[in-house]
């Protein structure tokens, strides 16, 4: 049974800083591109990053481009998204994902077969 489970949300003033995780269990993380997505309040749930299995390849939204990096390690099934300058337009629910194909250049929720409950946050102007 895959379980993506994402914790690090929280509150944060506008130009702060939060590291999202997810562990990982249940699927051969290594071998799968991962991605990470947020849903705003009355709002569609939309691509924020993804990166290859073996993490050498990242490609972002041109919303978060230069603010968020996502990384992670193989060794511990854990994803990770680190959230610089935050902004109100932030917040949201942030979910992570595991990829059903090889290249990072699909983005779409559908490309996506597993993933988690999401954790909330919260960026105060």
């Known amino acids: 049974q895959v379980q993506l489970v994402e914790s690090g949300g929280g509150l944060v003033q506008a130009g702060g800083s939060l590291r999202l995780s997810c562990a990982a269990s249940?699927?051969?993380?290594?071998?799968?591109?991962m991605g990470w997505f947020r849903q705003a309040p009355g709002k569609e749930r939309e691509f924020v990053a993804v990166?290859?299995?073996?993490?050498?390849?990242?490609h972002y939204s041109d919303l978060v481009k230069g603010r968020f990096t996502i990384s992670r390690d193989n060794a511990k099934n854990t994803l990770s998204l680190q959230m610089n300058k935050l902004e109100p337009e932030d917040t949201a629910v942030y979910y992570c994902?595991?990829?059903?194909?090889?290249?990072?250049?699909?983005?779409?929720?559908?490309?996506?077969?597993?993933w988690g409950q999401g954790t909330q946050v919260t960026v105060s102007s």
């Open positions: 994902a595991a990829s059903n194909f090889l290249s990072i250049d699909h983005t779409q929720m559908g490309d996506f077969g597993s």
């Open positions: 990166i290859s299995w073996n993490g050498t390849s990242t």
């Open positions: 249940g699927l051969p993380f290594h071998a799968y591109n």
